[in-house]
């Protein structure tokens, strides 16, 4: 591994457990955490007690807490599938806000794996969740899923884990452009990595963070479930397998911007909850990912 832009993460802390007053054990996997207009941080996730079972994956958990490390407060599901909308199940929210709105994109599935549905609810509260009316964004398979938005210049930018081709392929990372966070462009491709398959693969949970002059994409898990490697590139849509920087043990890493620093989560099947450590680069950051 280079030295040049190498990232690594802290100890990790629990922050949230999902089981706590449940008669069972509860996982968070996939998830986002924002800050709201307020100042308070909101954490909203695919939940489930355990053990895993993806497909029955059907409501997204919502907890919010004055500071990143909490207390974390438990609020009722964010949001439950809607099987007359086409959802087979809920999988990896994304949360930013624009425009005096909040937009939560996430994985709706639907009976066709090749063209799996990415939809959208907005928000003026956090609370209370409004699904697009013109139904999903975009559908991709095989299984598209894992959405993460950032500002790239003058365009958002949605990246998300797939395939090569619909039926499956190598596992890539997919982009596609939007001015307005409804229409998105065709889809590119902003990393193949050399595996092939369906399923899940390893570019899942994909985040991309801009650090100075470069541009670093965290992925997993790799190699193992618990873990997640970073790649760094001058081009926010080329990233190769070579230029890998670093790992962190951590599966469905999301990166926030809290008191000035930089944090990374993890979470995942048969973990307890979510959990918090600080992440370093080895340079001032100049850029955070776009949620204001």
Known sequence: MTERGAVRAGTFAKIYDPGVDEP???????????????????????????????????????????????????HPMALRVDRAYGETHLWAPFVLTANGRYFMFYAGGGPDRTAAAMNLATSTDLFHWTRHPGGPVF???????????????DEWVMYYCANSAPT?????????????LVRWSDRRIAYTDPTSGTEAGNTESPFVVRHDDAWYLFIGPRPDYVGTEVFR????????????????????????????????TAAGWGQGGVYLAPLTFPDPVSESPVRE
């Open 139 to 153: 559908r991709d398979g095989y299984d598209g899923r894992d959405p993460m938005v950032t500002r790239v210049g």
């Open 24 to 74: 069972d054990d509860w996982y968070i996997n996939d998830h986002t955490i924002i800050q709201a207009a307020d100042g308070r941080w909101h954490l909203f996730g695919i939940t489930h007690r355990e053990p895993a079972d993806p497909f029955d994956e059907t409501e997204f958990a919502h907890a919010s807490a004055p500071d990143p490390h909490g207390p974390w407060t438990k």
């Open 168 to 180: 499956g392929g190598h596992h890539v990372v997919a982009y596609r452009t939007s001015t307005d």
């Open 233 to 264: 590139s001058d081009n926010p849509f080329h990233f190769r397998v070579e230029d890998k920087v670093g790992y962190v043990a951590a599966h469905a890493a999301e990166l926030i911007r809290a008191d000035g620093s930089w944090w990374i």
